[in-house]
């Protein structure tokens, strides 16, 4: 299967099933990046207008997710779950540590899926791999989609909070920053951007190994 077909299922699934309990252990992925982008732009932008470290922030995730597309391009790309799963996880226990509450269920389903992918590993299933991968890396642009246009919407309309559920474990704010910016809604900012930063994702998405 070419890389952009593999691409599109993984993209369609994912924003089936994003605010389900199935898609936990990415959502847990892409808020770990979240929070290391915020830290860094805390420290470095911290005087500047909040409209403009938040589009930083959403450029800086865009480009963690195309350098991740560019690894899957070589041999390395099967080791793109593995690494996330690693980095999550230390960054859960770092957190149980701060806070000193240790979230079981929390740590049971990274430990069920770094498991599954250790064994993914030993049978040298290259192609469940790059599908796993591309579950990880795309799952960056649909955390983007829930923070800047779903998040949003199911907060302004109690319609939309029932139907978005992509939005279900959500808890950072994306698009407060742009909340009445230049008398627009905040749900019209976020769909702009993704829009936007969506086209160099789906260009880097073709021609990558296929599975």
């Not at 911290?46 to 690894?71: C, R």
């Not at 591309?134 to 909070?161: C, E, K, N």
């Amino acid at each position: 299967m070419r890389s952009e077909e593999r691409a599109g299922i993984v993209a369609a699934v994912l924003l089936l099933l994003w605010g389900t309990v199935l898609t936990f252990p990415l959502h847990l992925f892409t808020v770990f990046l979240e929070r290391v982008v915020n830290n860094a732009c805390g420290v470095v932008l911290e005087s500047a207008p909040a409209v403009l470290v938040q589009i930083i922030k959403i450029v800086i995730l865009t480009a963690v997710e195309i350098l991740l597309l560019l690894v899957s391009k070589t041999r390395f790309a099967c080791y793109i779950p593995v690494s996330a799963l690693l980095l999550t996880s230390v960054s859960f226990v770092l957190r149980c540590i701060q806070i000193r509450y240790f979230d079981t269920k929390t740590g049971i389903a990274l430990a069920i899926v770094l498991i599954l992918t250790a064994l993914i590993h030993l049978f040298r299933a290259e192609k469940i791999l790059l599908w796993e991968g591309d579950l990880f890396i795309f799952s960056i642009s649909v955390h983007l989609i829930a923070g800047l246009v779903a998040a949003p919407l199911a907060a302004s309309y109690v319609v939309m909070d029932k139907l978005l559920y992509i939005d279900h474990y959500h808890d950072t704010d994306m698009s407060g920053a742009f909340a009445q910016f230049m008398t627009l809604p905040a749900f019209v900012w976020g769909l702009f951007f993704v829009i936007i930063l969506s086209l160099p994702v789906i260009y880097y998405s073709f021609s990558r190994k296929k599975a």
